[in-house]
């Protein structure tokens, strides 16, 4: 999963953070990336709290989506 930008040949970082579902509560294995410079920045930390917050996992991803069919 990709946050933030990576511009061209940027190098890139990867972070191994815990991120569990928000529905079912599992953990779910999750390797995030992003460019080295956007990953130190304050915007960085928001954007990856708010992606924790949102996070399903595919399962509960595709239950939501019945649901509103
Ligand atoms: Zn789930």
Known sequence: MILGKIVGDEKRVRFNVPIY???CK???????VSG???SQTKA???ELEQFKKN???GICRDKKRCKKN
């Open 26 to 32: 599992k953990s779910v294995p999750g390797r995030i």
């Open 44 to 46: 960085f930390e928001i």
């Open 36 to 38: 080295e410079k956007y």
């Open 55 to 57: 996070y399903l996992c």
């Open 21 to 23: 579902c928000t529905d």
